[in-house]
C-alpha cells in the first residue's frame, strides 16, 4: 500500500541521508548512542551508508547478496563521513532508477523501489538515533514519517513475518484494538490484534488504547526510540496493551 511516488521517495531519501549527515559531520565517532546500545556514533555512520551501497547492489543485480561485514568498511574520518553518505545514497537514488524491475527482496520478489522505500524509512529512524545522541533536532516532512508508519505495520502483518520475528506470534489476540491518530498527517492508523496476528487499517474510530501526537513523534514511539510521553504524544486508554505492542514489535 505505498502511497508515496518514487520520486517522492528519492527526494525523501536524499532529504534524510543529508540531514543524518549533517548531524554526525565532525561528530566524536566513539560517541553513544543509547537507542542502540551497542553501537557508537561511528557504528551507525557505517551501518547507514553500508545499507545504502548494499541495497543499490541489489537494485542493480536484483538477486541478494551477503550481509555487509561492518569492519570491511572505509568511511574515513569523521571529517569525511558527510560525503561517503551522501555517495551512497546517490548510489542507491541511482540504482533503483524507475522502481519498476523486479528484484528480490526478503518478502519475496518485488519491483526495486520497496528498497528505496526500506532504505528511506531506515534512514529516517536512524536520523533519529542521531539526533537524540547529539542533541540535534528530528527533522520529517509529515508525509515521509506516515508513510514509515505504514510500511512498518505492512512488514509487521505480512505473510510469513513471524517466521522472521518469532517475537510477533505475541501478537495475536482477540480483538484488541490500539489507535494511532496523528495531529498533522493523514488519516489514522487501527491496528486489530486477531487470533491469527494483527491486521491494520486506515481509520479515526477509536481504540482500546489511543496513541496521538505530532506524527513524527508517533514515528519514534512506534519505533521504540521515544517513550509516548517523551515525544508529546497522549496515551488515553489501556496503556498495558500499547507496552505489550512496543515490547514486541521493532519497526
Given at each position: 500500500?505505498?502511497?508515496l511516488?518514487?520520486e517522492r521517495l528519492?527526494?525523501?531519501?536524499?532529504e534524510?541521508?543529508?540531514?543524518?549527515a549533517?548531524?554526525?559531520?565532525?561528530?566524536?565517532?566513539d560517541?553513544?548512542?543509547d537507542?542502540c546500545p551497542?553501537?557508537?556514533?561511528r557504528?551507525l555512520?557505517?551501518?547507514l551508508?553500508q545499507?545504502?551501497?548494499w541495497a543499490?547492489?541489489?537494485?542493480r543485480?536484483?538477486a541478494?547478496?551477503p550481509a555487509p561485514?561492518?569492519?570491511a568498511?572505509?568511511p574515513g574520518g569523521?571529517?569525511?563521513?558527510?560525503?561517503?553518505?551522501?555517495a551512497?545514497a546517490q548510489?542507491l537514488?541511482e540504482?533503483?532508477g524507475?522502481g519498476?524491475?523486479?528484484v528480490?527482496t526478503?518478502?519475496?520478489?518485488?519491483?526495486s523501489?520497496?528498497?528505496l522505500?526500506?532504505?528511506?524509512h531506515?534512514?529516517?529512524?536512524?536520523?533519529?538515533d542521531?539526533?537524540?545522541a547529539?542533541?540535534?533536532a528530528?527533522?520529517?516532512?509529515?508525509d515521509?514519517a506516515a508513510?514509515?508508519?505504514t510500511?512498518g505495520?505492512?512488514?509487521l502483518t505480512?505473510?510469513g513475518?513471524e517466521?522472521?520475528?518469532?517475537?510477533?506470534?505475541?501478537?495475536r489476540?482477540?480483538?484488541?484494538?490500539?489507535?494511532?491518530?496523528?495531529?498533522?498527517?493523514?488519516e489514522?492508523?487501527?491496528i486489530?490484534?486477531t487470533?491469527?496476528?494483527?491486521?491494520w487499517e486506515?481509520?479515526?474510530?477509536g481504540?482500546d488504547?489511543?496513541?496521538?501526537?505530532?506524527?513524527?513523534?508517533l514515528?519514534?514511539v512506534?519505533?521504540?526510540r521515544?517513550?509516548?510521553?517523551?515525544s508529546?504524544?497522549r496515551?488515553?486508554g489501556?496503556?498495558?496493551?500499547l507496552?505489550?505492542w512496543l515490547a514486541?514489535?521493532a519497526?
Amino acid at each position: 500500500m505505498r502511497t508515496l511516488d518514487v520520486e517522492r521517495l528519492a527526494e525523501g531519501l536524499w532529504e534524510q541521508s543529508g540531514l543524518f549527515a549533517d548531524a554526525v559531520d565532525g561528530a566524536d565517532p566513539d560517541g553513544r548512542v543509547d537507542t542502540c546500545p551497542e553501537w557508537r556514533i561511528r557504528d551507525l555512520v557505517v551501518h547507514l551508508g553500508q545499507a545504502h551501497r548494499w541495497a543499490a547492489g541489489v537494485a542493480r543485480t536484483g538477486a541478494p547478496a551477503p550481509a555487509p561485514d561492518p569492519g570491511a568498511a572505509d568511511p574515513g574520518g569523521p571529517d569525511a563521513w558527510s560525503g561517503w553518505l551522501r555517495a551512497g545514497a546517490q548510489e542507491l537514488i541511482e540504482a533503483v532508477g524507475d522502481g519498476g524491475t523486479v528484484v528480490w527482496t526478503f518478502t519475496g520478489p518485488r519491483p526495486s523501489v520497496f528498497w528505496l522505500r526500506r532504505m528511506l524509512h531506515d534512514t529516517s529512524v536512524h536520523q533519529g538515533d542521531a539526533a537524540l545522541a547529539l542533541g540535534t533536532a528530528f527533522e520529517i516532512a509529515p508525509d515521509l514519517a506516515a508513510d514509515a508508519i505504514t510500511e512498518g505495520l505492512e512488514l509487521l502483518t505480512a505473510p510469513g513475518a513471524e517466521a522472521i520475528k518469532s517475537d510477533l506470534a505475541e501478537l495475536r489476540g482477540d480483538g484488541q484494538t490500539l489507535q494511532v491518530l496523528p495531529a498533522d498527517g493523514p488519516e489514522g492508523w487501527l491496528i486489530t490484534r486477531t487470533p491469527g496476528g494483527p491486521r491494520w487499517e486506515h481509520g479515526s474510530s477509536g481504540g482500546d488504547v489511543v496513541v496521538a501526537g505530532p506524527v513524527a513523534g508517533l514515528l519514534l514511539v512506534l519505533t521504540r526510540r521515544l517513550p509516548a510521553d517523551g515525544s508529546g504524544a497522549r496515551v488515553t486508554g489501556d496503556r498495558a496493551l500499547l507496552d505489550h505492542w512496543l515490547a514486541h514489535t521493532a519497526m
